[in-house]
């Protein structure tokens, strides 16, 4: 059964870090694109960043470029998002997802095999 596991999530004041883990298993996460997406309350689901199957390529939204950082570690089967200077309209759900196709169709919406079940990150003083 393949699961992905997102953790690191919770509350932080603004201009603070998080990170994000995604942990497969009954799935070998080097043949795939890895990719984050956030969903806040009422608005529509977004590609906050991608990576592809070697780390050799990777996509960011506009509104997290500088700031969050994704890499993956394919020995631990784990995919990272490195949070800094967060703002309130950070705020989501954010899910994990796996698909074998090249990271920007990924976080375009492309080819998404796989979620996790996501995890909260708030982010208020």
């Known amino acids: 059964q393949v699961q992905l596991v997102e953790s690191g999530g919770g509350v932080v004041q603004p201009g603070g870090s998080l990170r994000l883990s995604c942990a497969a298993s009954g799935l070998a996460l080097d043949y795939y694109a890895i990719g984050w997406f956030r969903q806040a309350p009422g608005k529509e689901r977004e590609g906050v960043s991608c990576?592809?199957?070697?780390?050799?390529?990777?996509y960011y939204a506009d509104s997290v470029k500088g700031r969050f950082t994704i890499s993956r570690d394919n020995a631990k089967n784990t995919v990272y998002l490195q949070m800094n200077s967060l703002k309130p309209e950070d705020t989501a759900v954010y899910y994990c997802?796996?698909?074998?196709?090249?990271?920007?169709?990924?976080?375009?919406?492309?080819?998404?095999?796989?979620w996790g079940k996501g995890t909260l990150v708030t982010v208020s003083s």
């Open positions: 990576i592809s199957v070697s780390s050799g390529s990777t």
């Open positions: 997802a796996a698909g074998p196709v090249p990271q920007n169709r990924l976080c375009m919406g492309y080819g998404l095999d796989y």
